[in-house]
């Protein structure tokens, strides 16, 4: 558990709740004790108050009249609403990468679509954390920033779904090559193409969570 120091801020604090939160740190419906969590993380009440006011907003934390906090858990079909809002806002960012991708960034791509390929068929975890590196890489290429900023969000509230989804057994068999024709979209600088990949693996994610419930 990662600890906040007397000098840090409120939003590295609310970074610091949040990732944990998305990590599964924290399971869906446990309560978020303020006093704990200002102990646990070195922060004032104040600061702990403000920091789930704001994950409150972000739809992670659900606010109980007179009982504190609590991890929200997000129900399938708000996590299938949640994907397919995505689908539009990753097609964009996926369209904006292959734009503006350099040959220093192609060869990056080309790289990590290797180590993807090689990690499904080995190891599940590396898998995943590349998964989540292409995801970052996408949007820091994309250099949408309102784009950006509401997927984070976005992301934080479905992300425990997919991350079970991204153990299911055949599953990473399935998704590997669409990350890999995202992969090739985008270091072909053809946009079109990109988009049309990312809009097929995300339908893809909602077929499978619709699936295995």
Do not use: W
Request: charged fraction near 25%.
């Amino acid at each position: 558990m990662t600890a906040v120091t007397s000098t840090t801020t409120r939003t590295d604090l609310t970074k610091t709740l949040r990732d944990a939160i998305v990590s599964g740190e924290y399971a869906p419906n446990q309560r978020l004790i303020e006093a704990d969590l200002s102990s646990t993380y070195g922060a004032s009440r104040a600061a702990v108050r403000t920091a789930l006011l704001e994950l409150g907003g972000e739809g992670l934390v659900d606010r109980l009249p007179n009982r504190g906090s609590r991890v929200r858990a997000i129900p399938l079909t708000e996590a299938i609403e949640i994907l397919e809002v995505r689908m539009g806002l990753e097609g964009l960012c996926a369209a904006k990468a292959a734009e503006n991708i350099t040959d220093t960034e192609i060869a990056e791509f080309h790289r990590l679509r290797a180590d993807i390929l090689t990690a499904s068929e080995s190891d599940l975890f590396e898998y995943s954390r590349l998964n989540q590196q292409l995801d970052r890489r996408i949007r820091e290429l994309a250099h949408h920033p309102t784009a950006v900023s509401i997927l984070e969000r976005l992301r934080a509230q479905g992300v425990r779904h997919q991350f079970r989804l991204a153990f299911y057994p055949g599953r990473a068999a399935v998704s590997a090559p669409e990350h890999a024709a995202i992969i090739d979209a985008i270091t072909a600088r053809d946009a079109a193409a990109a988009e049309r990949a990312t809009r097929v693996h995300l339908q893809s994610v909602i077929d499978a969570l619709r699936t295995i419930g």
